[in-house]
């Protein structure tokens, strides 16, 4: 019911951008986010972005991510400038309402220095 792409290898000062599109999900969503997790690391939070278009973001993507969301296609994105090795991870995004979050499949990110 998500669907995340954009993944993919890149140098390190590279850009991608990751979408994620939600299907199917039939309660309100209220706040869409994406999270990553590095080798043999827990899953991080990176950045969310409320119905309303508040935005919140981890210290280390600051200044250089950018998360955006389109209501009407239920689909999230997030814009990843400058990057740099240690952002290499596996990137999720998650849809949180009322009742219950859901979670994408996962996209790689990598960066090579």
């Known amino acids: 019911q998500l669907q995340a792409s954009g993944g993919g290898l890149v140098q390190a000062g590279g850009s991608l951008r990751l979408s994620c599109a939600a299907s199917?999900?039939?309660?309100?969503?209220?706040?869409m986010g994406w999270y990553r997790q590095a080798p043999g690391k827990q899953r991080e939070l990176v950045a969310t972005i409320s119905s309303g278009g508040s935005t919140k973001y981890v210290d280390s993507v600051k200044g250089r991510f950018t998360i955006s969301r389109d209501g009407a296609k239920n689909t999230v994105y997030l814009q990843m400038n400058s990057l740099k090795p240690e952002d290499t991870a596996v990137y999720y995004c998650?849809?949180?309402?009322?009742?219950?979050?859901?979670w994408g499949q996962g996209t790689l990110v990598t960066v090579s220095s």
């Open positions: 998650k849809a949180i309402t009322m009742v219950y979050d859901y």
């Open positions: 199917g999900i039939i309660l309100r969503i209220n706040t």
